[in-house]
C-alpha cells in the first residue's frame, strides 16, 4: 500500500499462518457432519480453539460434550473426536456405546494421524516398559490424551529444569525411557532436553522421538524469519492456544513490537498502522477467515495525518518539538509524536539552576529539545533543552560578535572585576572598564538590570565571551553629538547635566556634547568657588556662549537677570544704600549694594577722621549704609561715601589716586 510522502508498507501473511492439516481436517467433518442428517452432533471438547468457529458450529446444531462424563446422556447422534485425540480410555468407551447403540450413535474420529502416530508409540513402547517422558503442557487435552495411552503412565515435563529431576529418577531406578513431545512443543527446547538425557547416559537415538508436528516446527521457522525481517508482527489466535502462545514468544524474541490479537476487533489496541513491514502469522486454530480480515484491515487502514506523524523516525543529534504532558520536579514529559515520549531532566533543561521544573514550565507549553538518546533503556527518547538552547545561543553570539549586533540581556550578578549577563543560557562577561563610558565606583547598581551591549570578543574553544557596553555608550554618544554640533548655534538655551565640577567652571552635558560654563559665567554674582554650587548630575540651564570648532563656552548669565540692567534708575548719584562689605583692598572697600552689583567705598569715604586701612574700621559682612556718590554705567562702577551721609561736600565724587584705580583694575582682572 501507498503512503503519504511516498512509503510503501508491507503486509506479509506467514504461508504456514491458520489451520494446519490436522485441524482444518477436523473442523471440515464437523461442517460437513452438520450439513448432514446424523444429528444430533457432539465434539468432545470444543473442535478447536477458536471460541468463533465453535460459536458457528453451535449455530448449525453442533453441541460440545466438556468431558467424558457428559457421554452419559448421549445415545443417538454422532460424537466427533476432535484432532487432540482422547485417552485410551475414553476412546474404548466411545467404541462400546457405538456398539451398544445398535446404529443410533456413530463415532467420527477425526484426531489428528500425526497424534495418533504418538498414540501408539507411546502405547507401544509403555507396553514394551519403557517409562515414557512427555514433553508437553500437562493441562493440554492433546497431552492428557496421549498420556492416556501410556501404561503405567507418564512423566509430562516442560523445562530442562524438570527434565534434570525426571532423568536422574529414572537412572536411579534403571529405567528404559522413552522421549516424546506434543505435536506443538518448542522443537529447540525438546532438543535441550534430548541432550540433558544424552547427558545423563541415555541413548538420544534409541529413547527419544521427535513426535513435534512438522506444521508446528514450519510455521514456527517461519514466524523467527519473518519477525526477522518485520518492523512489526501480529500473531492470530486464540487466549486458550497453546500453539499460538508459542508462536507469539518466538515472534516476540526477534520483534520487539509483536502484538496478538484474536480478530480484526483487537487491532485498535494496536500501534500497528506506525509500521511499514508488518507479518502476520495465526495460531494453528485460527481460521483462514480471520487471518484475511486482519490482513485486508491492516492493508486499508487509513494512515492520514496519523501516520505521517507515526512513521515519524528521529535520530540522536536531531532536533525535535513536543507538547508538555507531564511535568515533575525534576522532569518534563514530551509528546514529540514518537512512538516513545520524550523526557527532559532538570539538569537538562537549562544552564540556570532551577529548584523546581514545576516553577518553569507547565502541561500544554511547547518545547523545542536535542535528541540525546533515542532510547534511554525504558523506551523513552532523552531530550536536551539546554544543549539546543546552548548551541543556538553560540551561533547567535558568534553572528551578533561578526556582525556587531547590539544585545540586550540581564545582569545575573555583579562579579569581582565585572558583570556577568546571561543571553539564552550562555553566560557573557563584561569587564568593569568596558561597562560605561564613565567611571562606574560600583556596579551593583547594575545587578537584575536589563543593558544593551556588544560582543567584542568570541573564542568559544577557550568559552569565552565578552561584551561591551563601552564603546556601544560611546558610539551612540558621538551620534548624538555630531547631531547636536550639526544643529547648535550661540545663544541657544539648554538644559544640562553638570560632569565635573574645578575651581575655575563646571563641565556641562548638553546632550552629547560637553560645554566649560566658567566661573564667571556662573552668576551675575561674585562665585567664591563652583564646587559651592554644584556636583556632578546637578542639572542647569544654560546657554551656548560661544562655539569654537568643538569647545562650548557656556554662560548662566542671562540678560534679563542683568543686575545693570535698570542700574541708572536704582543707583543714581545721591541715593542712600545699605549692603554687605564683600572684600577689602588697600585702598577701600568693596561693598555689595545688590546681587552682581558691588560698589567702591575709597578709604577716604570711610570717615571723617583719617583712616590708614580700610580693616582698621571695617570687616568683611559687616553690613554698612553709605551715599552712592559717582555712577558710571558704562564701566559698571559706583562709589560709595559714608563721609557723605554727614558731609555735604563730600557729594562731590573722591578722587582715587592713580594707584587706586590700577589696584582696583587688578583686583577686578583677578576676579575674572
Ligand atoms: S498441529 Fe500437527 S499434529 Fe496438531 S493437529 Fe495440526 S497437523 Fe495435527
Known sequence: MSVPGGAQRKVIVAKSAGFCF????????????????????????PIIHNEQVVADLAARGVSVLESAEDLAGVTRGTVVIRSHGVPKSVDDRLREMEAASEGKLRV??????????????????????????????EKHPEVQGITGWCEGGATVISTPEEARIAASEARAKGETVCLAAQTTFHYTKFKDIVEIFREMGYNASDSAVNTICNATEERQTEARSLAKACDAMVVIGSASSSNTRKLYEIAAEECANTYYVQSVRDLDRTPLHTFRCVGITAGASTPRKIIEEVHEIMDNMEF??????????????????????????????????????GIITKSEYSSQPIADLRTAVKEGDTLSAKVIKVNDGEGQVLLSRRRLNSERTSALL???FEQGTVLTAKVTNVVDGGLNVVVDDCRVFIPASLVSDVYEKDL????????????????????????NRKQLLLERRKEKSDALMATLKEGDILDGVVKNVTEFGAFVDIGGVDGLLHVSEISWGRIE????????????????KSINGTKIALSMKFEDQNPWYDAAERFAPGTIVTGRVARMTAFGAFVEIAKGVD???HVSQISRNRVEQPSDVLSVGQEITAKIVDFNPEDHKISLSIKALTDNTAEEPAEEPAEAEAEEAKAESEEA
Open 22 to 45: 490436522g485441524v482444518q481436517r477436523a473442523v471440515d467433518t464437523v461442517y460437513k457432519l452438520s450439513e448432514g442428517e446424523h444429528e444430533p452432533v457432539y465434539t468432545l471438547g
Open 108 to 137: 467420527v474420529d477425526a484426531t489428528c494421524p500425526f497424534v495418533k502416530k504418538i498414540h501408539k508409540i507411546v502405547y507401544e513402547r509403555s507396553r514394551a516398559g519403557a517409562h515414557i517422558i512427555l514433553c508437553g503442557d
Open 304 to 341: 492520514d495525518q496519523m501516520l505521517e506523524e507515526s512513521f515519524k523516525t528521529i535520530r540522536n543529534g536531531e532536533v525535535v518539538e513536543g507538547t508538555v504532558i507531564g511535568v515533575k520536579e525534576d522532569e518534563i514529559a514530551l509528546n514529540i509524536g514518537y512512538k516513545a515520549d
Open 398 to 400: 558568534q553572528e551578533a
Open 444 to 467: 551593583t547598581k547594575f545587578q537584575d538590570q536589563e543593558i544593551e551591549f556588544r560582543i567584542t570578543e568570541y573564542n568559544p574553544r577557550k568559552r569565552r565571551v565578552i561584551g
Open 529 to 544: 568657588n563652583p564646587k559651592k554650587l554644584f556636583k556632578p548630575g546637578d542639572t542647569v540651564r544654560v546657554f551656548v
Open 599 to 601: 560698589a567702591l567705598l
